[in-house]
């Protein structure tokens, strides 16, 4: 072995939910068998970013496909489709849609992947406004969303178990800072994704979700209102985490989602 080959060192690595390694090969074979494939990710990681276009042009390339984002709002959804039919450039696109700050980098090969092959691409979440009326004034401030606007998120009311790990989790997290109300709002988010994705997803229809892995980990979140609508649709979730040695998967990840991607810790995020 010579010394440049001696020091290569991975960026990242595959493992299934019970920490055995994956090969690449597996991995795309695995995200394929899906109807819908929620790619979780820690979003300044450029290694996910990376690995999420991958997989949306091998899926592009498999047979129908459905692509669909946390990172974009419902009520955008009129103009990332002129955006998508070439009617509007990105400068108006960036402009006239409330694009996340890091849309240039990280979301637009993916939304520019949709318009080169003539894909959907969906605005899977609520607007920001509801989520945070919601997150002062629980379920009860959707009571007055005008009719026209209730299109844009799931249908009222809102199922919502207090009780899940992930719900449960998050408000120890926020400490002194969390509420219940706070929690409603994730759950609107989440219904709201499940909600969209639902109305794309169908047998021989693949639908590529890109969000923050918290809103898909340990089977919860989106999955949760996606199993209790369709139980048929086969989901495959993937997790993004970071650790210093990509040898083993720590222990606390197993299980976090389908297909964990482990990022060496030492690769910088992104803006």
């Known amino acids: 072995m010579s010394v440049a080959s001696a020091q290569l060192r ?3 690595a595959l493992f299934d939910a019970t920490g055995k390694k994956m090969s690449h090969k597996q991995f795309l074979r695995t995200v394929a068998s899906a109807d819908v494939v929620l790619f979780g990710e820690q979003h300044n990681n450029p290694i996910a970013h990376w690995l999420q276009l991958v997989v949306a042009r091998d899926l592009a390339a498999r047979g129908p496909l459905v692509m669909g984002a946390e990172m974009i709002e419902a009520d955008d959804q009129a103009t990332l489709d002129a955006y998508l039919r070439g009617e509007i450039d990105q400068a108006a696109f960036d402009t006239l849609a409330r694009l996340w700050k890091n849309h240039a980098t990280d ?3 993916l939304v520019d992947l949709a318009k080169e092959k003539g894909l959907p691409f969906v605005a899977c979440n609520v607007p920001r406004r509801f989520a945070r009326a919601v997150s002062k004034g629980g379920f009860a401030a959707l009571d007055t969303v005008p009719a026209a606007q209730l299109q844009w998120m ?12 992930g719900y449960v989790k998050m408000l120890e997290m926020l400490g002194d800072h969390g509420t219940p109300d706070v929690v409603k709002a994730q759950a609107l988010k989440d219904a709201t994704m499940a909600h969209f994705i639902a109305q794309h997803a169908r047998k021989g229809v693949r639908f590529l979700h890109f969000n923050g892995s918290y809103h898909s980990d340990f089977h919860e979140g989106i999955v949760w209102y996606l199993q209790r609508a369709h139980p048929e649709l086969k989901v495959v979730t993937i997790a993004t985490v970071v650790q210093g040695e990509l040898g083993r998967l720590e222990g606390e990840y197993r299980g976090q989602a389908d297909i964990i991607l482990c990022v060496d810790a030492a690769i910088p995020g992104s803006n």
Not at 154 to 165: E, G, H, Y
């Open 107 to 109: 979301y637009a090969p």
């Open 10 to 12: 991975p960026a990242y």
């Open 154 to 165: 799931a249908p009222l009311p809102i199922p919502f178990d207090a009780t899940l790990p």
